[in-house]
């Protein structure tokens, strides 16, 4: 069965540092990859996807993700971030026909 | 228009009362979902709909009953609710249903059964 582990469920950062959100899949068949935000009290917004190519993805608002077949990885950073980057960040896996399996989430906090 | 809207925003409803929540998309995308979402936790699939028929239904218990009267629109009706049914309901779009469409989501209706 696929699965998607997000392995740090809160990242503390200081402002203008870099951050670094851990996401592993497991999937034994090819798969697409996303990367979604979600705000406060709001729904979720797609960051940036894998679906094929360079393994290297740019996304909005800085981001960037690096997909990496042999370690089934797909981590997303950010060289610098800002306050209004605190949220929730889901990754997801796309293995089949509508359905996403999302990892748990990270909790990212920017401190001042 | 890349947006997704849901109304109401709140919604407080009593165990025996009826209620329903809905949401829009006019970006011609074949594919509509219902999430449900509890604090902390990611959004658990619980209705799909394709070119405008249920395609997908993940065991949702009766007292919620989903209706897509057009492509643009999707409902939620809501009847007999559990306290335990209070989340954040989300809705979801997608330009098909392949494992390649992103899913464009709502901000979601927060819903509280007393």
């Known amino acids: 069965a696929q699965s998607v582990t997000q392995l740090d469920s809160q990242v503390p950062v200081f402002e203008e540092a870099p951050v670094e959100l851990r996401c592993n899949y497991s999937?034994?068949?090819?798969?697409?990859l996303f990367w979604y935000v979600q705000y406060p009290n709001q729904g979720l917004q797609l960051l940036l996807k894998?679906?094929?190519?360079?393994?290297l993805v740019k996304g909005i608002n800085g981001f960037e993700a690096e997909f990496n077949k042999s370690q089934t990885s797909f981590h997303l950073r950010k060289p610098s971030v800002h306050i209004s980057d605190t949220a929730e960040y889901f990754c997801a896996v796309s293995p089949g026909t509508y359905k996403y399996i999302f990892g748990t989430g990270t909790r990212l906090k920017v401190l001042a | 228009d890349t947006e997704v809207t849901q109304t109401p925003k709140h919604l407080v409803m009593g165990m025996t009362n009826k209620k329903s929540l809905k949401c829009e998309q006019h970006?011609?995308?074949?594919?509509m979902y219902w999430y449900k979402q509890k604090a902390k936790k990611p959004p658990e699939l619980m209705f799909v709909?394709?070119?405008?028929?249920?395609?997908i239904n993940e065991s949702v218990p009766s007292r919620f009953s989903p209706e897509c009267p057009n492509s643009s629109l999707l409902n939620l009706h809501l009847h007999a609710l559990q306290p335990e049914d209070s989340a954040l309901y989300l809705c979801a779009s997608s330009q098909g249903g392949t494992s390649r469409d992103e899913q464009y989501f709502g901000p979601g209706t927060r819903l509280t059964v007393t």
């Open positions: 894998y679906l094929s190519g360079s393994t």
């Open positions: 709909y394709s070119y405008e028929k249920l395609s």
């Open positions: 999937s034994s068949v090819s798969v697409y």
């Open positions: 970006m011609g995308h074949r594919a």
